[in-house]
């Protein structure tokens, strides 16, 4: 599963908030691990680095889930 599956923010691609907040930068091909990757939005704001956004992402319950990829080892 991935992150705007789990979460519902409607940021994938023809998302209800997709016109309103743009794409997410996790779609389509970082759904499983989007805290690696920085644009991705939380509590109504846009994220940064991974370094800046790792403590709010490890309150996620997305993050905290089964859903999330903690061993990927791709590029981003």
């Not at 991935?2 to 994938?12: D, I, L």
């Not at 990757?37 to 939380?42: E, H, K, R, S």
């Not at 790792?54 to 905290?64: D, G, H, P, S, T």
Request: proline share 1%; hydrophobic share 30%.
């Amino acid at each position: 599963m991935n992150c705007w599956e789990f979460k519902k923010c409607g940021r994938e691609k023809g998302g209800a908030k997709s016109k309103e907040l743009g794409v997410c930068a996790a779609y389509p091909e970082h759904g499983t691990h989007c805290a690696r990757v920085a644009g991705t939005l939380c509590g109504g704001k846009v994220q940064g680095s991974f370094a800046l956004k790792l403590a709010n992402c490890m309150q996620c319950e997305f993050y905290k889930s089964q859903h999330y990829d903690k061993n990927f080892k791709g590029k981003i």
